[in-house]
């Protein structure tokens, strides 16, 4: 049984973390963590805080394909945890109404003068292809 995107969102509302991969300038992959800063009510879209003058911005400008993976560990009681592997576009925001939207209070410790930190910039990343695994099932979800 293939997952909506909605259930799929549920698995995923714990999970904070997640590794970015883009393409680096000579075509290697280039991978980080980032956090989604707990703004996981997942619709397909993604939303990270960065400074602009960074390697993943140069990366993003250069070729917009991400991809996004995420793990949930076990539960206590042993359900298997999920697996989710996301390909999509990113692009970058520079609103401050768009980040006022996605802004928590711990991002302070990263900007430290919040939304008006000189160089802050938003990647947004769009899904095209969702891949998970959670132990019981398996799927794809096309945005």
Not at 75 to 82: A, D, F, T, Y
Request: aromatic content about 10%; overall charge negative.
């Amino acid at each position: 049984m293939t997952l909506t995107l909605p259930e799929l969102a549920k698995k995923m509302q714990k999970i904070d973390f997640c590794m970015m991969i883009t393409k680096s300038e000579f075509g290697a992959i280039a991978s980080r963590p980032m956090s989604n800063n707990g703004d996981v009510d997942y619709d397909g879209d993604s939303y990270f805080f960065s400074y602009t003058d960074t390697r993943k911005i140069r990366e993003l400008t250069a070729d917009p394909t991400v991809s996004l993976t995420f793990t949930a560990p076990p539960s206590l009681l042993g359900k298997p945890g999920i697996f989710v592997a996301v390909e999509g576009r990113g692009s970058l925001i520079a609103d401050k109404a768009v980040f006022e939207a996605h802004w928590t209070k711990d991002l302070d410790r990263w900007f430290p003068e919040g939304m008006d930190t000189p160089g802050i910039i938003m990647i947004k990343v769009h899904a095209e292809t969702i891949q998970y695994w959670d132990g019981e099932d398996n799927g794809v979800i096309r945005v």
